[in-house]
């Protein structure tokens, strides 16, 4: 099942529960606090909020409160996720939404901090894949727009055999990082996972190993690019690729 990410951020002092902005984005349709959901992918799958002194926060739309918005524990760790960072895990059994609503994040902040909020949206439960799953090192070294998507490209550390290759899970780790997804050639979805900031980190289990199933694939001379959401100008950037060889 294909799923992709979309993320909110703002700095603001939000003394009851109101919006924070969509962020610009190039594969969505956003405007203002609104991300409106593809017609292909009308399920939330995850949530995840971060934050300085977030005190409550919560992810909306017309169809989730016909029964009730989600709320997020929010995650007060400063600028970058924590470790593990705290997911709101729902990928096994989503949430379905209607194409085309908006969908929206909110949070309670004492202070006018930075939050973002980043939500997977998928087109239906997903399961995960097995297979001959291998890791590849990818680094980059693009000077990143802090609190943007910022696209980069990846030199692989090794060379890939001829043939073609399924992503089954990613790791992502950079000074500031926040977020990470892959853009695929040809392929309208971006699914990514949450970033690390040093290397003992703790990853959460769910974006490595198949276990959200095949987030896209390539040929091996036209490898993926990274958009990289960070707090900062991070230069240097490095990813592990799960990888399964099918072709």
């Known amino acids: 099942m294909p799923f992709t990410l979309v993320a909110f951020t703002e700095s603001t002092a939000n003394y009851t529960l109101d919006n924070i902005a969509g962020l610009a984005d190039p594969h ?3 405007s203002g606090d609104d991300i409106y959901v593809p017609d292909e992918l009308p399920f939330l799958a995850g949530a995840f909020f971060c934050g ?3 005190a409550q926060a919560q992810i909306l739309s017309p169809t989730l409160r016909r029964l009730a918005n989600l709320d997020i524990q929010a995650y007060d760790v400063g600028a970058e996720p924590g470790s593990p960072p ?3 895990n729902i990928f096994r059994s989503p949430r ?3 194409g085309s609503e908006q969908i929206n994040a909110k949070i309670i902040t004492s202070q006018s901090y930075y939050a ?3 939500v997977w949206l998928s087109s239906g439960p997903i399961t995960p894949v097995t297979g001959e799953i291998f890791t590849v090192r990818c680094t980059a070294s693009t000077t990143l727009t802090a609190y943007a998507w910022t696209n980069a ?3 692989f550390t090794q060379t890939l055999p001829m043939g073609r290759y399924q992503v089954v899970g990613m790791r992502a780790k950079s000074t500031g990082l926040i977020a990470a997804r892959l853009v695929f050639t040809g392929f309208a979805w971006r699914p990514g996972c949450i970033g690390c900031d040093a290397v003992n980190d703790i990853e959460q289990e769910i974006f490595r190993s198949g276990q959200l199933g095949v987030w896209g694939e390539f040929a091996h001379d036209a490898p993926p690019t990274v958009d990289f959401l960070s707090v900062s100008a991070d230069t240097s950037e490095e990813v ?3 990888l399964i060889k099918i072709a």
Request: aromatic share 10%.
């Open 28 to 30: 969505v349709r956003v």
């Open 86 to 88: 705290n997911l709101y």
């Open 240 to 242: 592990y690729l799960d």
């Open 116 to 118: 973002h909020a980043l």
């Open 153 to 155: 490209a990846l030199t």
């Open 96 to 98: 379905a939404l209607v």
């Open 52 to 54: 300085t002194q977030l």
